[in-house]
């Protein structure tokens, strides 16, 4: 079992950043993929960024590419999520997650591939 906790979200200005948080315990992490998702009202769940516990690899969704970058710090167990350049749209509770694949370097992008999720922060930015 997995427990993840956001926080960091808020209400911000467009154009401003925000960093988010994902405090990760309860196994070794090291064959998880871990991975911010986003869900404004009445839109689906949607795929932002990933990153594997263990190497280089990391995933980023068109929408933010070259404005949001993910990191981890494995001795903290916590991934993050540094937002730059916000935009209203960009409004909407962001979630992180995690999914168990040993012996691979992919970060998935659905979340039907994630097995535990935070409970969400929430993120607003205001014109």
């Known amino acids: 079992q997995v427990q993840l906790v956001e926080s960091g979200g808020g209400l911000v200005q467009a154009g401003g950043s925000l960093r988010l948080s994902c405090a990760a315990s309860g196994r070794t992490l090291f064959s998880y993929a871990m991975a911010w998702f986003r869900q404004a009202p009445g839109k689906e769940r949607e795929f932002i960024s990933g990153i594997r516990w263990i190497g280089s690899n990391t995933v980023y969704a068109d929408s933010v590419k070259d404005r949001f970058t993910i990191s981890r710090d494995n001795a903290k167990n916590t991934v993050y999520l540094q937002m730059d350049s916000l935009q209203p749209e960009d409004t909407a509770v962001y979630y992180c997650?995690?999914?168990?694949?040993?012996?691979?370097?992919?970060?998935?992008?659905?979340?039907?591939?994630?097995?535990?999720w935070g409970q969400g922060t929430q993120v607003t930015v205001s014109s």
């Open positions: 997650a995690a999914d168990y694949r040993p012996y691979s370097t992919r970060v998935l992008t659905s979340p039907k591939d994630y097995d535990y």
